[in-house]
Each structure stands twice: as C-alpha cells, then as structure tokens.
C-alpha cells in the first residue's frame, strides 16, 4: 500500500485590514452673497433721510444717494419716501395720495418743491409785487406755514 502524506491543514484565513470607509456627504459651499453691484462691498446700514418740509432740495438729494447706494428700484422710491414724512410733510403727502399711482420720481419732486421748497419766498414777493423793502416782506413766508400749527393737533388723531 502506498503510504499517503497525512493531510495537510488548511491555510489560516487571511485577515486583511483596509481602513474604515465612511461616506460623508462633501461640505457644502457658503450660500452666495446677494447680488450687489461689485464697486459697493458690503455698505453699513445709514438710516433713511427724514423729511419734513425743510429744505426739500437737500432732503432729494440725500434720498436719491441712498436709493442709489442700496439700489433700490425706483419704482419704489414714493412709497419709500412717505415712510419717512414727518409733521407738514406727512400732511401735505396725504393731501396728493390719491395722484401718487400716475406720478414719476421726478413729478414727486416738482410737486414737493412747488409746496416746500423756500425760494418760493421770491416768487411770492414777485406775484404779489411786494419788495424786500416791504413791511408784509418777512410776513409772507411765515403766513403760508402757519397753517400746521392750526392743523396739528388736529392731525394727532390720524397717527
């Protein structure tokens, strides 16, 4: 008989080690910023200008730079406006608030300097031929403010 090798044991098993694999969604990227015009970088927040019936020339000009400077769509900038009326210049934009829908930035504007602007002192002057040199002169300007001061606590109960 032929003598056979005695079997021969199996090999251990390979144990191989591979490193952990764990899926991690990739991390997200930082939201955008909001669009802005790329010369502006990031504005601090200016309070809006308030109006109040002095010195409308200087009032637009301001309000017009922060619409310019926060871009803000001039579709807008009535309404905007009006937000920040005080005093005889809130009374005077509930008078013409029913002609808003039809006007443009710039008929506001016209409409605002026909009633505050203060040149209009001249004009007066003129359309009633009273010169500097007139006693009624300093009365005229005045006599056509007064009227806030009788309306005022009268328009306490709108606010």
Partial sequence: MIAHPPPRPPDPPRITYQPAMFTHPPPRPPPPDPPRSSHLGHLPKAPFPRFDGDNPRCWKTRAEKHFRMYEVEQS????????????????WYQSIEHQIPELSWSDFCKLMHDRFDHDQHE???????????SPLSPIILPVSQCWWIILKPICRCFE
């Fill in 76 to 91: 807008t900038w009535i309404s905007m406006s009006e937000m920040h009326f005080d005093g005889p210049a809130s009374l």
């Fill in 123 to 133: 004009s007066l002057s003129t359309s009633f031929s009273i010169s500097d040199k």
